[in-house]
């Protein structure tokens, strides 16, 4: 099961692109790359998960380099409402999740 | 509603004093599993079940029993709460396994005194 690194926090202003990179360096052959996002005192929320190079859905983009050992969340044009902390997850298709500390991200007016 | 359901959301109890954090989901979902959330932490697994009948240890299970009689339920059980198990309780459930994507309860917020 993959052991993920990510920044502590990040600042950024509304309309800007912000991209938050996971750093995942022993992640498996079998392992997805997850992201969630999580509001104070509630549920984390999926946000997309992606195998190899680039996945984009209605809310993110995620950028998977060939190597596999770092992903990079891309949130276009961010809101205040985009204020959050950000979790990157390495699934091997098995059952125990490590979620670790999240990136809070704050974004200002 | 597709939904994952906890109880009770808040709950202060004293030392010792056997409770129960009940998480239902109406997904028919496979995997169910229990998160603690505590400041800088992040959260942390500390059981998952695959099935019915089937539970195994995620990283922090120390004081903490579960069970998984029916599809739907999956208790958290703290026989002897004690001050360091005041957190938030994240109950959570997915069709197969931790692959897919995990669908979480409201939360539930514990004080042990």
């Known amino acids: 099961l993959a052991k993920t690194t990510q920044p502590i926090s990040m600042d950024s202003y509304e309309g800007q692109e912000v991209n938050i990179t996971c750093s995942h360096n022993?992640?498996?052959?079998?392992?997805?790359i997850t992201w969630y996002q999580q509001f104070p005192s509630q549920g984390p929320r999926f946000i997309i998960q992606g195998y190899k190079t680039k996945v984009t859905n209605e809310v993110a983009s995620l950028f998977i380099p060939a190597d596999r050992k770092s992903s990079t969340l891309s949130l276009p044009r961010v809101s205040l409402s985009d204020t959050a902390v950000y979790y990157c997850l390495g699934n091997t298709g098995g059952f125990k999740t490590i979620f670790g500390a999240g990136t809070r991200l704050f974004v200002k007016a | 509603e597709a939904q994952v359901t906890q109880n009770p959301r808040y709950l202060i109890t004293v030392t010792g004093k056997k409770l129960t954090v009940t998480c239902s989901q109406n997904m028919n979902h496979e995997y169910m599993s229990w998160y603690r959330q505590d400041p800088g932490l992040g959260l942390r697994q500390i059981y998952y079940?695959?099935?019915?009948?089937?539970?195994d240890k995620g990283d922090v299970p120390e004081g903490y029993k579960v069970s998984r009689k029916e599809k739907r339920n999956f208790p958290l059980i703290l026989e002897s709460p004690s001050p360091n198990q005041t957190s938030l309780y994240f109950c959570a459930s997915s069709p197969s396994d931790s692959q897919e994507t995990q669908y979480f309860g409201p939360g539930t917020r514990l004080l042990v005194l």
């Open positions: 079940s695959m099935n019915v009948e089937v539970t």
């Open positions: 022993n992640i498996a052959t079998n392992d997805y």
